[in-house]
């Protein structure tokens, strides 16, 4: 059975969908393919033993939990499987049998006929420790708070998981993860890996999926042709970004080349005690390729800032007035909330021509007035906007918890409000125009510290000033900073700075290879 590493560029991992979407193809591409939907659900739980055996082909007791929908008859398939083989299956059972779809009922049937049991929750109690458990409890159709006997299963999974140190296979999604969003409104099972069928579900890539999804791996069920040939009448959530597609968009620099053909970004912020947001920003720009950059900040910053990096030319605010210099504008790291700040940020919007990349503290002030912002400035559809969950909530007054239960919505109202390309850090950042959303599966939790946030704004205004589309430009940038993170992790997550990931990416940007981790 075919299984496509999420990792790898493939036809089929270039977009993510939403569950009803996900039937459409699944039913469409069945038809055309001439395979009932008893050989789809077989295939499924075949390719799920084959992964669950090479991944722990010690495991000899397996135990494997199965809901009443078609997530639950793959799970019979599997167990079944499994019981032919000569392991040990204990299967149990959540929710009402008599639910069941006619396919899953078959499943169960085979798997009763085969000499399989099936045993109470509560039995697994006093079980015997099991080598392997198999998520077959909810599918993708899962939406809201969980039944009891669900959440009391996933909790059975999580402490085996946790405290025993055994592996888990989620089929398709984990359970208590809402595959369109990504949201868990109690509790969801902590999967090594998920075992995804026909298409990518946003929720595995985005929100908390990252957090319970382990690895991703998408499995065809031999029909991929027909797949790929339905895929193209649908517009999906969201396409995956791939090194290997965007590393051919990087800016050409022809040989005889010089400094003011690579763009000229000004970084406006650095207040008192935050020069070293509006440094990073500036570093980011020259290892992304700017050919000059400037820092404009708090006069008091000059002289250290120029130490720190000689190649930064420094300006200091009010006494700045060369606005027509630069070919992008990176405006917000270490900006504060100040007078001094607000008079910045003031002038800047009313001076600037250039496209702009929004962050920090630009936008706690834009929040405070959009209506200024859409008044004073004339490139406002070429601005990028860098919120994180707390910047985006802030944006739309709402709660952070409301934008994490659905981040694509809430991407999407962004950029429906403020106009431009957005950019919603996190797990599973999101890159959105007027017309399409792309989601990144690079980075990692290392990330999680100070500066990581101004360094990608000064990569993306680096891009924007040497002539890329806000999009494009916005797209690459977070790919570049997430993948540089992964390589700059290599040594350790604990203690990552933003600041190592300045060495990786100038060896990402200048080598020909094609990213595959």
Known sequence: MD??????????TQSVWHSEQIRTLEYQAAKQAGVSMMELMARAGLAVFHQAHASWPHAQHWWVMTGSGNNGGDGYIVARLAHAAGIKVTLVQVGDETRQSDEAAQARHAYLEAGGTISELSA???????????????????????RPAYAQAISLINHAHT??????????????????????ATVAVQANITVCMIGLK??????RGPDVAGRVLLASLNIESALSHHAQFLTSAAQVMHWSALRPLLPSRRVAAHKG??????????????????????????????????????????????????ELMTARFPDFNDWQWPSCMVLGPGLGRDDWAFALYQCALQHNTAPMVIDADALWWLAQNPRLAHATSAIKQEWVLTPHSGEAARLLQCTVAEIEADRLRAVRTLQSKYGGVVVLKGAGTLVADEQQVRVCHYGNNGMA??????????????????GLSTFTAASLGVCLHAIAADRAAREGKRGLLASDLLLPL????????????
Request: charged share 20%.
């Open 506 to 517: 100038r060896c990402l940007l200048n080598e020909d290879e094609e990213y595959d981790e």
């Open 449 to 466: 510290s100070g500066g990581m946030g101004d360094l990608l704004s000064g990569i993306i205004a680096a891009l924007l000033a040497q």
């Open 261 to 310: 053909e690579a763009g000229r970004v000004l970084a406006v912020g650095g207040n008192l005690g935050m020069s070293g947001a509006i440094r990073l920003a500036g570093e980011g720009a020259l290892r992304c390729g700017a050919g000059l950059v400037r820092l404009l900040s708090h006069k008091e910053h000059q002289f250290s800032l120029n130490l720190g990096r000689p």
């Open 3 to 12: 299984m496509i590493k999420l990792e790898k560029s493939h036809m089929l």
């Open 163 to 184: 405290q025993l140190k055994t592996p888990v296979l989620a089929i398709d999604i984990p359970s208590g993860l809402e595959s369109n969003t990504g949201h868990i």
């Open 202 to 207: 946003l929720g595995l890539l985005t929100g």
């Open 124 to 146: 697994l109690q006093s079980d015997k420790e099991p080598d392997l458990i198999i998520d077959a409890l909810l599918g993708i159709g899962f939406k809201g708070v969980l």
